[in-house]
């Protein structure tokens, strides 16, 4: 009896737990789909639009910049102690371009601005919420779905492929830095061997892949902190799942991307 | 008789199990200043929000010159409305006279920058505030003057009905008395319908045209401003006299 009260209660949370999850995720889906309405919908505010394009990918650049940069350094390193120290001349560049274009740069990319956008924008956001600052501008006629999120969605899709272009070309960078100054590969070599194996293909699925991710970073930011309750806890618990969300749902949406663009 | 500004009829709302509003109805006329009072925590504020659609109401009806609220006269209300939030809720990410301009630098009202900050110095200087201020962000003011800011902005563009949520609590008697001057000019003057929520009896005498206690949510009493201190309503006594024996609990 014990054990069967036990067992329906524990199916209950399992339950409760799936249902909350399509419920969060209806939820997301319908904010998405509203952003994206209001983002084509007058008035439209360009002047917001340019401010979040400016936060959103100009000054995520540094972070960018030296995270595809190590990451480009430390796979070549990798790609030649695993073997390929003697035929290092075309494996080393040839991988390092096609890890870096198609995987590392957008997936890096992507993670590194869902920590430092995707956060900010749901605690400002939610910091809006639980100040009644975007009730206030309910108050002013100017509606915050307009104001506040559609820019960001569409800051956050416009830069976030522009921030891989400059991801994949560092990261590749870095993987020449290492192969020539550290691995004795011959410069025009590298990058003869980098440009043969890159196809147009592998940058268009890496470009893709950025804005959907920025679009992922923003929508989920947004909807958090949109949705926000309780204080400067409910703002903390908004940031935080904005991070969590978006890393997952990037991680996610890049392997079916990978599928749609490479199965065959 | 004349239709009313606002209406509400019966208008219900619960949080969860917490019935705040459980039937209002209360009727404002054109041009009206009706002050609500109710103890700490009775929905004054959740009433209010209630009306311009923040907070959706469970039940009853709020009509808008006789007729339903719905999305379209909503924004035709709002494009006419200021509200002065109890919290301030200035932009924290605007300056003052940027926050205080707000319609003047966006939207259909757009106009130039130099003109929208005459504008805005012009209001600040009517609850009080100098042209210095005006550059300062919200968060470097004290609480009383980022209440003034809210107030500027919410009487900006000279709305025709206007919504003040506690507008003198932290400000001293002196700057009481000016924003309560104030508020009954641009009734008077503007003939603005006004909807204020006050816990000073002092400003309830100077705003009010008609006073409305709210508790236990339900409007208990409404009636001329001159009339609280006759009337016999046992929770409007009490709570103009701030006595700690009647129908109000004092836990709440
Ligand atoms: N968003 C909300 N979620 C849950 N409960 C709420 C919410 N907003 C208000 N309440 C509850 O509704 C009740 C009324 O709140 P309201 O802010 O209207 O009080 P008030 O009459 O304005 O009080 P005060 O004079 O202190 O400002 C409170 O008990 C509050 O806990
Ligand atoms: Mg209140």
Redesign the interface.
């Given at each position: 009896m014990v054990i069967l009260t036990a067992a329906t209660g524990f199916l209950a949370a399992i339950g409760r737990a799936a249902i909350a999850l399509c419920a969060a995720t209806g939820a997301l889906v319908i904010f998405a789909a509203q952003a994206v309405a209001h983002a084509f919908a007058p008035?439209l505010?360009p002047?917001e639009l340019a401010r979040q394009l400016i936060r959103i990918g100009y000054f995520s650049l540094p972070v960018v910049g030296l995270t595809a940069l190590f990451t480009g350094g430390a796979l070549a390193l990798q790609i030649y102690a695993g073997g390929s120290r003697f035929n290092a001349e075309a494996v080393v560049p040839s991988i390092v371009a096609i890890g870096v274009v198609r995987e590392l740069g957008p997936v890096l990319c992507g993670l590194m601005v869902a920590g430092r956008v995707g956060a900010s924008i749901a605690a400002e956001l939610g910091s809006?919420r639980v100040?009644?600052?975007i009730?206030?501008l309910?108050?002013?006629?100017?509606n915050p779905m307009k104001f506040l999120v559609a820019p960001r969605v569409v800051a956050g899709t416009l830069a976030l492929p522009l921030l891989t272009a400059v991801s994949d070309i560092i990261g590749v960078m870095g993987g020449y830095l290492v192969g020539t100054g550290r691995l004795g590969i011959s410069p025009g070599n590298y990058i003869q061997n980098t440009i043969n194996y890159l196809t147009t293909g592998d940058i268009v699925s890496s470009l893709v892949k950025g804005a959907v991710f920025g679009f992922i970073i923003a929508v989920v930011g947004c909807h958090q902190g949109y949705n926000s309750r309780r204080g400067a806890q409910g703002v903390a618990q908004a940031t935080r799942n904005a991070v969590v969300a978006a890393s997952i749902l990037i991680l996610a949406a890049n392997y079916l991307l990978t599928e749609v663009f490479f199965s065959t | 008789m004349t239709t009313a500004r606002i209406s509400l009829r019966g208008v219900t709302k619960a949080f969860g199990a917490k019935r705040v509003l459980r039937g209002v109805d209360l009727d404002i006329q054109p041009g009206e200043s009706c002050v609500i009072i109710g103890g700490s925590g009775t929905g004054k504020s959740v009433m209010l929000k209630c009306i311009i659609g923040l907070v959706r109401h469970d039940g009853g009806q709020i009509l808008i010159d006789g007729q339903p609220m719905d999305a379209r006269r909503r924004e035709a209300f709002l494009r006419h409305f200021g509200m002065l939030f109890q919290g301030g809720a200035l932009f924290d990410s605007l300056t003052v006279w940027e926050n205080v301009a707000f319609r003047f630098l966006r939207g259909a009202e757009r106009l130039p920058r130099a003109r929208a900050r005459a504008l805005a110095v012009e209001k600040l200087a009517r609850v009080g505030l100098d042209a210095a201020t005006a550059d300062l962000y919200p968060a470097e003011l004290s609480g009383g003057m980022q209440k003034r800011v809210g107030l500027a902005r919410a009487i900006a563009t000279d709305p025709q009905v206007i919504f003040f949520d506690e507008p003198t609590t932290g400000l001293d008697p002196i700057m009481a008395d000016v924003i309560n001057r104030l508020i009954r000019e641009i009734v008077v003057e503007m003939g603005a319908t006004a909807m204020t929520i006050t816990h000073d009896m002092t400003s309830v005498r100077r705003i009010a045209d008609r006073v409305a206690m709210l508790h236990d949510g339900v409007i208990q009493w409404t009636g001329p401003v001159d009339e609280i201190d006759r009337t016999d309503n046992p929770y409007v006594h009490q709570f103009v006299n701030g006595l700690p024996e009647g129908p109000i609990a004092t836990l709440r």
């Open positions: 008035p505010y002047g809006m100040t009644e600052q009730d206030a309910v108050t002013l006629s100017t | -």
